[in-house]
């Protein structure tokens, strides 16, 4: 029973230390890294599409000559 | 005894939901973000020609596009943005601006530190679809671009954002050009907001539904901007015979009208456009002779899909 009451406080204690690791930034800084993100997803997500665009190019042109050939 | 067993599992519950918690707050702006394209620009690939040197040339890969970020909150924000492979160098592009068919942007290094130079591009009609010329300079060096701009699929959810849109700010003409094509799903002029979010849900669900597919052509001939749009709008201007009536006319010539005015200066590149843009031109001379505004908006209530 002691060692399960121990268990429960070293969880407890690990909580509240994540949750002082993961505290929101101050406002300000808050913003900016949000802003950041937003532009870094953005341009991740572009480059992504233009991968995709281009392999079904790609493939389009390869099925294209394909069918030309017969 | 009892009491400090219970007290144990009040603890480690407490711990659980806690540590529960804590994920769910950690991950809330990242997982639950949504990023998608909102308008694409240019998107393809091509080539660079140096102007002071032909041989001195390179492959180019470009997307250029507006992009929705929607955070844990709901909140979305729309971030123009870009990216340019040059060889087998990346770089990012701010500063972007999207215009009808324009295109342009400053060119940094991949984090986006240091300006590295500049990018200005235009479509053109060639062959099936659009190919994007104009200049770059990078390092110094000045080139000409020309990239060929990539066949668009539309995916559900791009369908269902711009249906959702063209509701929300036409619930009028939305829920005629829904009520054409079949029964309509919620009322957009009575419900407002809440039906703009019941049609997108439908149509995430079910995009090659007629409904969804007529309010995605009615969005895309508002917004021209989108090279998405102007590829479906191209392939509708193709099935258009010369004096043909067409209820699809109207948006073929303030397309056609639209690469006309940068073209003006360069009448050049369209000495070999295709038969169909040819047709629409002189009918848009014609129409531009006579006095009338070629870029009006068309009816849309009156128009299938």
């Known amino acids: ?70 | 005894m009892k009491k400090l067993f219970v007290m144990a599992i009040a603890l480690l519950v407490i711990g659980v939901t806690g540590a529960a918690v804590m994920a769910d707050e950690t991950l809330g702006s990242q997982g639950q973000a949504r990023v998608k394209i909102h308008t694409m620009g240019a998107l393809g690939y091509g080539i660079a020609t140096s102007q002071s040197n032909a041989m001195d040339f390179e492959m180019i890969k470009v997307g250029i596009a507006g992009v929705s970020v929607t955070d844990a909150n709901g909140t979305e924000t729309i971030v123009k943005t870009g990216v340019l492979h040059f060889g087998e160098t990346k770089y990012r592009l701010k500063d972007v601006v999207i215009g009808n068919g324009t295109a342009t942007a400053n060119v940094y290094d991949v984090n986006g530190t240091t300006q590295l130079g500049s990018l200005s591009l235009n479509s053109y009609v060639k062959g099936n679809g659009e190919v994007w010329a104009g200049s770059l300079t990078l390092n110094g060096v000045t080139y000409n671009a020309y990239v060929i701009q990539a066949p668009k699929v539309w995916k559900a959810e791009e369908v269902a954002d711009n249906v959702k849109d063209y509701c929300k700010n036409n619930p009028v003409k939305c829920k005629a050009t829904i009520k054409a094509v079949g029964g309509i799903i919620c009322d957009p002029e009575k419900e407002g907001i809440s039906c703009a979010d019941k049609i997108k849900t439908f149509c995430e669900q079910n995009p090659t539904d007629n409904r969804c597919k007529v309010v995605n052509w009615a969005y895309c001939k508002l917004h021209l901007d989108d090279a998405n749009c102007r590829a479906d709008i191209i392939e509708k201007c193709k099935n258009i015979t010369n004096g043909t009536i067409s209820s699809d006319n109207a948006i073929c010539d303030k397309l056609a009208n639209m690469y006309n005015k940068y073209t003006e200066k360069r009448a050049d590149v369209m000495n070999n456009a295709p038969e169909w843009l040819k047709n629409v031109r002189e009918r848009v001379k014609d129409r531009l002779q006579r006095g009338e505004n070629v870029d009006n908006a068309p009816d849309l209530n009156s128009e299938g899909q």
Request: glycine share 10%.
């Open chain 1, 1 to 70: 029973m002691k060692i399960l009451l121990a268990l429960a406080l070293v969880a407890l204690v690990a909580t509240v230390m994540v949750s002082g690791c993961t505290q929101t930034p101050a406002t300000g800084g808050g913003t900016a890294k949000t802003t950041a993100s937003a532009e870094g997803q953005a341009f991740n997500t572009v480059d992504q599409e233009l991968d995709q665009a281009l392999e079904g190019m790609t493939v389009q042109d390869m099925e294209t000559e394909l069918l030309q050939q017969g």
